[in-house]
């Protein structure tokens, strides 16, 4: 089917705004323009008032869509020297008042010059001189300093001048807001225009009144105002409802065979109530022609757009042509049914949807608020479609009813919804009545929403306002909602997005806010408004700022003085105290109505601060405290635009040397989890290929990408100079555009200046991340790993606290965790370093601590540090407790044991503890040192072993340990072993059985010693080697002693058991004497007991002289004296 909009069109000439200044020059400008009654009476005004008064300046003030603008054009085509124009503006005004105006308005000549101007937030004088540069005659225009200069010259033509300004309101907005207008040009331009007799005619066109622009400022200078506003003669532009319905007529073009009948308009116009004598058919004629608007919506739409919130849409034809939810043409395409209508429901479901919040802040927010209620509440009462229309028709009467002239009888609803009969509509008004949403009023003879709401918000508010003391910056902050800056133009220079925090604070207490301020996270700045509370005068807030501007806070920031302190007080006040009245009032509990009309102001109120704060810091003088910004008071005169420039500005000094780096993904405060994971999949490239191109990433993921921008790009990782074939990171170059090399730069000198001490990544990142370099903390790891791998050569790097032999992915892991586990520590040895590292090798070397790769090639630091640890660590673990070693030897030991540094143990620890300056000064001696002390710890251990060996071989009566001694030593034990009971002398000939004289082995020994300490050695202290000394003496002993019983059990003697007795008269008591004597002693026994019997044979003695010889020689004997001299152990090796 057909929509509407395939047939109906709104006229080309309502479709557009006019603008004067393009307009004026169009020759078709006044085609199908409607000269209404109240625009010829405008016209005959400012005529008159010319003729009688000399007035020669004049405002127009009229609500926008009236058609000012297209009066002014029709004025100037009068006045003008354009003849065709001149005949067409005639036709239209009508031959007699075209006369009358000419009379009176035209200066002679061929016309008057116009210069139309279009306002601006700028200076009114400016503008006018463009404007004269633009249309004045080229022959005809004069040079003068400023614009009333110009004009004044200029009307000395012939013909006089026309200035038309539209939309002056915004020159005056701008006057208003502390802007660079000055509101006293205008009172000079129209004095000027005053004096001139009638040749410059000046002609302002305002949407309100010349005092409403002023209605935020201060009392004196409203009076400054209303002085100006004096020298005006404003007439108003009110076109009368009838004629605004003539207009929407003429706008609707519409085929006469489309057009339904006109039985709804006429019966409509009879449910007006019209006076009698008027043209009540004409009435209904025009309603008819404004379809498919119905009559009710068209009468409506007048009163509408002359509200303060209807002013927002500009128009009537605003909304005839617009394309918004629920709007006109919304309508026109959706609608298929030929003779369907706009009716008051629609118009209702348009403002709502597209105007509420307007409404809810203006005069009319009350009694919407009470219809929106109403309605609800009949939605809730289970009021059908039909219900919901009367009720928003009934609302929307009710709201306009003043201008509109209706009232919501039942004649009137029936007329305006067409669709219920009368019955119908009878009964859905009782059950409304009944349900308290509708009330009739019977004087009146209509009805209207039921007022279920009496708070009064405004004598809430000043109530709230009453009781306050001052401005309370802090809730203003908290609903003020103020957006940070951002540095637009740093961030496409650098890629490094910053913003500056914004804030606002008393001007009498600037210095102690800026010195207290603290940053967001994540902020790089300030830029902070003050706002004068105590009538600070100029010349006090510059001096507030300068000092301000001094102070030391340790980031940069910009302090601007607002302009106009009084409106922006006004909004403050007026939005805390609506937050003061929704906190505290308990009625409203209770009261929907009150609580969205509450709301609405509040919404309205933040918009109204947030727009004089946004006009506030656009026109704000601003002293920043970073040297070459702005040595002098900046003034920002571009709008808000202008504050991203100074943020830049201020970012681009601040950290002027930012590296260049644009990433989206990392060069920021807090990456994304897929940019975290695109990071770590990068780092780990890093460590692990470093040597091959594109760190082996094959393709382009994420990774690849940040390669490119972050690695590729800045030349960090690129062809090694020793071997082309491979890749490798080296620093970035010094001309490089991404300006790296100073990271480097100041990262190097910190480890150069922490003069060996260690230096954590979290300290180089702080760095970084401070002015002036401003790395963004994405970007710090890859860049930390990135410098770390250029300078392997030179850094050592801890982990932990623990030394890392190299760069892996597990400290790759730690860095991202925390910044401050991973430390370096920078390693450049001198050739007196390199001298001693030498030496150390060599003891190294030569006791074995190399491993087998380290032996096949130079040893670094690095190799000769593990090797010495190496040769302590794998030390029996006696000789790692023990306190009884030499000095130097336990220095050496303690040094290794707890070294996770080489080059701090090698060049600094070892060096430390060999004498005075001038011996750490001399290679040999270091090395001579560490060697004396390896032999010792070497020695120890083996010395120890056999010294109890020799201890136990003494006991167990072995003169000399041989072969033949130790094997007969195991046949001795054979016998012992299970002899006595005793397990533990049993453990102990055990270990005897298998002992052995093996060279450079001190297992034999360690197991015995370990029985009679009853501890392995393993675990032994210094007093455990005391302990195993006593009783292995003991042990041996028992062991001999129990040699002398094998008989009893009938194993063969291993030795000879003897014990001589004698009685001597000279000795106080008898003597005897004992011998143990071993087999391999038995057989030199007989040998030597055969030679004494022969030679005490050859004697010739009697026998008891014999045996007297030998009691005598066993009494000697038997006398106390060492039995044997000690065993001398074999001296046994370790490796």
Known sequence: MQSLSEFIRVGRR????????????????????????????????????????????????????????????????LLGQDAKKKKVARALVGAGAAAQIARHLEAGGKGRIVIPVIGRRADADVAIIEAVAQHAPSGKRRRGKTAIDILRCLAEEPAGVLLVIDEMGKFLEHAARGGEGDVHFFQQLAEEASRSKGRLLVVGILHQAFDDYANKLAREMRNEWAKVQGRFADIPLNIAAEEQIELISRAMEVPDDKRPDAKQATA?????????????????????????????????????????????????????????????????????????????????????????????????????????????????????????????????????????????????????????????????????????????????????????????????????????????FGRLRSVAMLQPILAKRFYHQTGSLLWFDVDIAPLSSAVETIRNYKLANGSTGLFLLLIGTEAENDSKAKRIVRAAAEVECGFPFAIGCSRDNF???????????????????????????????????????????????????????????VEGVDATVVNLRAGAACLNIMASQLAGAWFHMSPVIHNELLNRIKPSSNANAAQKALLRAIVEHPREEKLGIDGYPAEGGLYAALIERPHLHRRDPDDPAAFRFLPPPSDDESRLANLWKVAEDMIHGATGAQVSMADIFSKWRAAPYGVRDGLLPVLGVAFVMSRLEHLSIYLDGVYQVRMTTMIVDRLMQDWDAVRLRWSELSELQRSALSGLA??????????????????????????????????????????????????????????????????????????????????????????????????????????????????????????????????????????????????????????????????????????????????????????????????????????????????????????????????????????????????????????????????????????????????????????????????????
């Open 567 to 625: 409106s922006i007080r006004e909004a403050a006040f007026e939005l805390l105290a609506l937050e003061t009245v929704r906190a505290g009032r308990s009625e409203l509990n209770g009261d929907s109505v009150a609580r969205r009309e509450v709301g609405a102001r509040i919404a309205r109120a933040v918009a109204e601060l947030e727009d004089r704060l946004r006009e506030a810091f656009a026109s704000a003088q601003w002293k920043s405290n």
């Open 268 to 472: 409509f116009a009879l449910a007006t109530k019209r006076p009698r004598g008027e043209d009540l058919d004409g009435f209904a004629d025009r309603l008819h022609k404004c379809w498919p608007l119905s009559p009710a919506v068209a009468s409506l739409l007048g009163p509408i757009s002359r509200r303060r919130f209807g002013q927002s849409q500009r128009s009537i034809f605003g909304f005839l042509n617009s394309g918004e939810p629920f709007g006109f043409q919304s309508f026109l395409r959706e609608t298929t049914d030929g003779g369907a209508a706009f009716h008051l429901p629609q118009l209702w479901d348009y403002l709502r949807a597209n105007l509420e919040p307007s409404i809810l802040a203006s005069p009319d927010g009350h009694r919407w608020s009470l219809a929106v209620e109403a309605l609800e509440r009949c939605e809730v009462r289970g009021g059908d479609a039909e219900h919901v229309a009367v009720v928003k028709s009934i609302a929307l009467i009710d709201l306009f009813k003043e201008r509109s002239g209706l009232s919501a009888s039942q004649a009137l609803l029936e007329a305006s919804l067409p669709s219920l009969k009368p019955k119908r509509m009878s009964g859905v008004l009782k059950a409304l009545t009944d349900w308290s949403i509708v009330i009739f009023k019977k004087h009146l003879g209509a009805y209207a929403i039921y007022a279920g709401s009496d708070f009064d918000i405004e004598d809430a508010v000043l109530e709230a306002r009453a009781k306050m003391t001052g401005l309370d």
């Open 842 to 1135: 060599d003891i190294v070397a030569a006791n074995g601590g190399f491993d087998r790769e380290s032996a096949c090639r130079a040893p670094t630091p690095l190799d000769i540090a593990k090797g010495l640890v190496r040769l302590v660590n794998e030390l029996p673990p006696w000789v790692l407790r023990t306190a009884t070693l030499p000095s130097g030897a336990a220095q050496v030991r303690n040094l290794g044991k707890t070294a996770n540094d080489p080059n701090k143990f090698l060049l600094d620890d070892l060096p430390s503890v060999i004498g005075g300056e001038a011996d750490r000064g001399d290679p040999s001696k270091l090395a001579a040192f560490v060697g004396e002390g390896v032999a010792a710890l070497r020695a120890a251990y083996p010395t120890l072993m056999g010294d109890l060996e020799a201890v136990m071989l003494k006991e167990l009566r072995v003169k000399t340990a041989t072969p033949e001694t130790v094997a007969d030593l195991r046949n001795r034990a054979k016998t012992v072993r299970g002899l006595t009971g005793n397990y533990r002398l049993d453990a102990f000939a055990t270990r005897l059985m298998t002992y052995d004289l093996a060279k450079d082995k001190v297992e034999p020994i360690e197991g015995i010693v370990a029985l009679a300490a009853n501890k392995p050695t393993r675990d032994w202290l210094d007093r455990d080697v005391d302990h195993a000394r006593i009783e292995l003496a003991a042990l041996a002993q028992e062991f001999v002693k129990a040699e002398g019983f094998a008989h009893v059990k009938g194993r063969k003697d291993r030795r000879l058991s003897l014990a001589i007795y004698s009685s001597d008269p000279r000795k106080d008591a008898p003597v005897r004497a004992e011998a143990d004597i071993t087999t391999e002693e038995n057989l030199e026994v007989a040998a030597l007991a055969a030679e004494i019997l022969a030679l005490l044979e050859g004697k010739g003695i009697s026998r008891d002289a014999k045996l007297g010889v030998i009691a005598e020689v066993g009494a000697k004997l038997a006398e106390p004296r060492d039995l044997a001299r000690p065993v001398k152990a074999k001296k046994r090796k370790i490796a």
């Open 14 to 77: 309502f479709q557009k705004a006019v603008r004067v200044d393009v307009d004026n020059a169009d020759d078709g400008a006044l085609e199908g323009y409607v000269f209404s009654p109240s625009a010829a009476q405008i016209l005959k005004q400012m005529a008159a008032q010319v003729a009688e008064t000399g007035q020669g300046a004049f405002t127009w003030t009229g609500p926008y869509g009236g058609g000012k603008s297209s009066l002014a054009l029709v004025l100037a085509a």
